[in-house]
């Protein structure tokens, strides 16, 4: 079977996807990431095929400028583009950007089956064109479309970027491409959370259209490296991973890098700052317990680690719900806020509003979260759930049969 995964050009919005898809491509299927941007290259990287569906522009680079305020118009660019760039509206410019191109992606490759993402609408539109059966992932862990609070689309595109299908972009696309009162084929929907975090203990039908949703075990993928030989080494005292994710560290004084590094000196623990983007020039002489580590993948270092300290990345958040580590969540843009509150109400860990934060705060939240033995026993009961769910394997292996007793009921 030829299977078209679709995913935004993101680390957040598209790793979640690889596990899957490596479950595909393990089963013997034929898989084509369609994708832009740099996560063409992470994608290539991660061992699959990748089409690059709007070689046009870097998508990525021109939100950065747009952020700045230094956004040109160049380039052959659909109308509009540039509005959506200067106004910082990411997923409304992939969709208008990447549809197209996932569309003639999917036609080139004959795709069979179509996975794409609850955030991605280019790869929810693209299936809808392709007229091929569908596969919607949650790629979050701090909302999914099964949440009431959530189905109402305006409510997706305020906190979470998700459109509605009557937002204009999305109504011209269907105008364009002839998809109008038209859905997806859908064969299941996946929930990738824990059970206690919002997740799913078993299949159940989605309230409005009966849909399956079902359980899927989030396995955390964040690139491969060589580990440094500390990572291989058991720790003599706390060790405490400190990370903005990819978004934040671009952002002017690292996005509040330095308040974290000043908060976390003297603690007797050693910091890894997993961070290879910013200028660490910038904060002066750093103490002797921050070990600059650069790119690590997450998956590789928190076994060890007593704490992770970050922005409230869903992609980050799930990785230490995964490993059982506690959390202290910094919340930044995006749905950084609704990871935040998750972790803080299943009791994994605690929230600092950035507005509020300093050095006294952020100290005390640490030794609470280093010393309360709570924290770590929630973290581990989730670490247990998340293990109990069915792997990417078993759940691809589930769709694929579903789809041949489909296709044997049709043929007669």
């Not at 109308?79 to 950007?97: C, H, I, K, M, N």
């Not at 002017?252 to 908060?263: A, N, R, V």
Request: hydrophobic share 45%.
């Amino acid at each position: 079977m030829r299977v078209l995964f679709t995913a935004a050009p993101g680390y957040g919005l598209m790793l979640p996807l690889v596990p899957l898809a490596w479950a595909a491509r393990a089963a013997g299927h034929e898989v084509l990431l369609a994708t832009t941007a740099h996560m063409t290259q992470v994608g290539a990287e991660s061992g699959l095929s990748v089409a690059d569906v709007f070689p046009e522009r870097d998508i990525g680079s021109d939100l950065v400028a747009g952020a700045a305020g230094t956004a040109e118009p160049a380039g052959d660019t659909p109308a509009g583009y540039w509005d959506l760039v200067r106004e910082v509206r990411p997923f409304e410019l992939f969709t208008l950007a990447m549809t197209e191109g996932t569309i003639t992606a999917g036609r080139e490759f004959d795709a069979e089956l179509v996975v794409y993402c609850s955030d991605h609408m280019a790869g929810k539109l693209a299936a809808i064109a392709l007229g091929v059966p569908a596969l919607e992932v949650g790629n979050r862990v701090s909302w999914s479309m099964r949440d009431e609070e959530f189905r109402d689309g305006r409510e997706h595109n305020a906190r979470t970027g998700i459109l509605s299908d009557d937002a204009p972009v999305m109504t011209a696309l269907r105008e364009r491409f002839g998809l109008r009162g038209t859905v997806p084929d859908l064969l299941a929907r996946i929930d990738p959370r824990a059970p206690s975090m919002g997740g799913l203990a078993q299949e159940e039908p989605d309230a409005s259209d009966g849909v399956p949703w079902r359980p899927m075990r989030y396995v955390p993928f964040n690139g491969g490296a060589a580990l440094p030989s500390w990572a291989m080494r058991r720790p003599e005292r706390p060790r405490i991973c400190l990370t903005l994710g990819t978004v934040a560290p671009l952002l002017p004084g690292g996005g509040g890098l330095g308040l974290l590094i000043e908060s976390l000196a003297g603690l007797d623990a050693d910091i890894m700052l997993a961070d290879s983007e910013t200028d660490l020039s910038q904060f002066g002489t750093l103490p002797d317990n921050l070990h600059p580590a650069g790119f690590v993948p997450l998956s590789g270092i928190l076994r060890d680690c007593s704490l992770v300290v970050h922005h409230g990345g869903s992609g980050t958040t799930a990785a230490a719900l995964h490993h059982g580590v506690p959390q202290l969540i910094l919340p930044g843009g995006a749905d950084n806020a609704l990871c935040a509150r998750r972790v803080v109400d299943r009791k994994v860990g605690l929230s600092i509003d950035p507005a509020e934060a300093d050095t006294t705060a952020i100290r005390a939240a640490v030794q609470r979260l280093l010393s309360e033995q709570a924290f770590a026993t929630a973290a581990a009961e989730v670490q247990a759930e998340i293990a109990a769910q069915p792997s990417p394997a078993a759940v691809f292996d589930r769709l694929a049969a579903d789809l041949l007793a489909r296709r044997s009921i049709a043929a007669g």
